[in-house]
């Protein structure tokens, strides 16, 4: 069977009208367009599936959370659902393999089958964990490589998946990112999940960075069974896998680099769900997309390609140019963050060219608050003269503005803003929406280095940030019900991973009242 048969919709549209609004266009004269792929919907798998579990064990498990559970609590009841799942689901072929780690790694289940008979011993197994001493991420990775290996020499063809979930920094082992990725096998699905604010987001998302890996961050526990919900539908429904798309004629957008090339790859399409890429070209009347894929349909690859040839329609494609636009804004805060981390971290020496620095960076950071706040404005406007005020498409993107303003300038701002890019970039149906209190434009950034807090000239970056200039956002945060990217059977497994957890993503919405920041 043909790959192309199992997408409802290959549609390549462009714009009549030449490009005016999407900054950083590389090629003259451009028009926009989008590539739009819907899966059809399918049954689960019937492949064999091996999912290695790794649960961090560190002391800081121990931390309560809102509804006064622990982070370990939280994390051992959705493993539950997720066992029960399985083994209810009597078309899942599933093999688990759960460890735990701290400074040390411990294997708590054996690779097994789960059925009937040894459900409840498993279930037992993992209530034995409990959280002590540091974290060691190194370990953990090596762990898993093992366990790979030992499963790919045994079972060549079962799908293998590598769920990691940890909510600090690494305090032991080897640190060093580019090391850490190395250890991470490209050749299974890594989904590598940070929950709370408090873990390492620079990390998690440098080992993710591969073709088949993914970074998740759960920002309230209570929501950890909706995200381990998305990341087993696509899974188990996964329907074509190796996706790399070729373009003639035209230009297609990486958000991971920001940048437009000839080419680029997607790991898998699941079930049911919708993929929009987005397009630039002189000569549309000329372009077309080839697309390659591999499907895991009968339980061997099968190679497949076709082409997807520009429709001969007229289309308003203002929406899409509001995505392109988001995307690349949150890129740009992205930049921006780092540059001004690097350049506190660097910073060990008074003098007026330092000061001078800070005082420009903080300009650039109120000019990028302003910018997002236009932006936003803009966008609600378009919503109001459009009867769009409702549209899921544009509150999403409206909300990925709103946590990147309300997040920024905190300790916390790359986390958010990477989070909402990633998830936008996606097309994933949960993404982060909850922020504590604290996180408003007056919370500070990390202390600045000792030698700006020394002397008479003591620039006091903590308490004299300038926001006076800088605009205000009224926005009502979206619920998951409104995402544009939720399909009915993510939905049914998310709420059956969530079954039991007090979870509020399906309420009406984050907060009761509009956010006024």
């Known amino acids: 069977m043909s790959n192309s048969t199992l997408l409802l919709k290959k549609s390549l549209q462009f714009q009549t009208d030449e490009i005016v609004d999407i900054p950083d266009i590389p090629i003259q004269n451009a028009k926009f367009g989008i590539l739009q792929l819907t899966a059809i919907s399918s049954p689960m798998s019937q492949s064999i599936h091996e999912f290695i579990f790794m649960i961090d064990r560190s002391g800081s498990m121990t931390d309560i959370c809102s509804d006064g559970k622990t982070k370990m609590q939280h994390i051992l009841h959705t493993l539950e659902n997720m066992i029960v799942y399985f083994k209810e689901n009597n078309t899942t072929n599933a093999f688990i393999n759960i460890f735990a780690f701290n400074n040390t790694t411990q294997e708590v289940v054996e690779r097994t089958e789960i059925n009937e008979t040894n459900i409840h011993n498993i ?108 990341i087993l539908h696509g899974i188990l429904y996964k329907l074509i896998r190796n996706v790399s798309i070729h373009c003639s004629n035209c230009l297609i957008y990486d958000y991971k680099n920001n940048k437009w090339s000839d080419s680029l790859s997607v790991p ?65 805060v992205n930049q921006f963050t780092d540059l001004q981390n690097l350049h506190f971290k660097n910073s060990i020496f008074e003098d007026a060219d330092l000061i001078e620095t800070n005082r420009c960076i903080e300009q ?91 002397g008479r000239n003591n620039y006091s970056y903590r308490h004299n940030r300038s926001y006076q200039n800088v605009s205000v956002i009224q926005h009502d945060l979206s619920n998951t019900l ?26 009406k919405s984050t907060d009761d009242e509009t956010q006024i920041i």
Do not use: W
């Open 364 to 454: 650039q950071e109120n000019d990028l608050k302003n910018e997002l706040t236009d932006f936003i404005n803009e966008m609600k406007k378009y919503m109001d003269e459009n009867n769009l005020k409702y549209d899921g498409f544009m509150k999403t993107l409206c909300d990925d503005i709103y946590i990147s303003y309300r997040t920024f300038g905190t300790k916390y701002g790359a986390m958010y803003n990477c989070a909402r890019l990633t998830s936008q970039g996606t097309q994933r149906a949960y993404t982060v929406s909850y922020t504590p209190d604290e996180f408003n434009m007056n919370a500070p950034m990390p202390p600045p280095p000792p030698s700006l807090l020394r």
């Open 482 to 507: 409104d995402s544009p990217y939720l399909t009915q059977t993510a939905t049914q497994l998310m709420r059956d991973i969530s079954v039991g957890i007090d979870c509020d993503i399906f309420d």
């Open 268 to 332: 898998d399409i699941a079930s049911e769900t919708n993929r929009d890429f987005h397009l630039i070209s002189s000569t549309p009347d000329d372009s077309f997309v080839l697309f390659k894929t591999d499907t895991i349909a009968d339980d061997f690859p099968l190679q497949d390609q076709f082409s997807i040839f520009k429709e001969d329609i007229t289309c308003d494609l203002s929406k899409y140019v509001f995505r392109q636009r988001t995307l690349q804004l949150l890129f740009k």
């Open 123 to 230: 279930i037992e197994k993992i209530k034995t964990i409990t959280p002590k001493s540091s974290t060691n991420i190194e370990k953990a990775l090596i762990a898993i490589k093992c366990a790979i290996d030992k499963i790919r020499y045994a079972n060549p063809t079962h799908i293998i998946s590598n769920i990691f979930m940890t909510d600090g920094k690494t305090t032991s082992g080897n640190t060093d990112n580019d090391y850490l990725y190395d250890l991470v096998d490209q050749n299974v699905t890594n989904s590598f999940i940070g929950f709370g604010i408090k873990h390492d987001s620079v990390l998690l998302n440098s080992i993710s960075n591969g073709h088949s890996s993914d970074y998740y961050f759960i920002d309230k526990l209570e929501n950890s069974g909706l995200v381990y919900g998305e």
